[in-house]
């Protein structure tokens, strides 16, 4: 059941460890949400000053342990360059929404696909009453579309003008039924 008690999970693979954030990570996402356009990808942090991600810090280690929701680091050989979390959309039949952000440094080194499938694998093998999981991407983002499809998620809709930006999001939804375990 999703609902129960849990510690958010440390995973590892190789060079990747997708884990708790700490309040020593601030200075390490300063750093990634200064290299991306603000307006674009700083709505999850509500901004990109020191004390906005000091909040969000804050704000998720102590969410900790009270699911269905968990926001989780992603280090890149013992570095953190992102992070990736998942939250509960829908009770019956269980469904989570996941979404990631990583430093444009740490793009085309395979970081994507590593911490996808750790998390996926974590997922439905740590909650036997999920049946879907969705994500939410920039509609221009070709290869989030292909990460995506690599691992069985299914184009489901586009939702315009989905920020206040204007930006249109694609919507992708994976069943466990239509799961692909691949290696990453």
């Known amino acids: 059941m999703i609902n129960e008690a849990w510690l958010p999970p440390t995973l590892r693979a190789g060079r990747i460890a997708v884990r708790p954030f700490t309040v020593d990570d601030v200075d390490a996402m300063y750093a990634y949400a200064l290299s991306m356009p603000g307006e674009r990808y700083a709505s999850w942090l509500g901004g990109t000053s020191p004390s906005h991600v000091a909040r969000y810090i804050t704000d998720t280690v102590a969410?900790?342990?009270?699911?269905?929701?968990?926001?989780?680091g992603v280090a890149l050989d013992g570095q953190l360059v992102g992070g990736i979390g998942w939250r509960q959309v829908w009770g019956a039949p269980a469904e989570l929404e996941a979404g990631w952000v990583l430093?444009?440094?740490?793009?085309?080194?395979?970081?994507?696909?590593?911490?996808?499938?750790?998390?996926?694998?974590h997922l439905f093998a740590r909650f036997d009453t999920l049946n879907r999981v969705e994500v939410r991407l920039r509609a221009d983002d070709r290869a989030g579309v292909h990460l995506l499809e690599s691992f069985g998620f299914v184009l489901e809709g586009t939702l315009r003008h989905a920020t206040p930006e204007g930006d249109n999001r694609l919507l992708f939804g994976l069943l466990r039924s239509e799961r692909k375990v691949s290696a990453p």
């Not at 969410?63 to 989780?72: E, Q, S």
């Not at 970081?111 to 998390?119: I, N, P, S, T």
């Open 103 to 121: 430093h444009p440094q740490a793009a085309g080194q395979g970081v994507a696909r590593e911490m996808v499938h750790l998390v996926l694998d």
């Open 63 to 72: 969410r900790y342990g009270r699911p269905p929701r968990a926001d989780l």
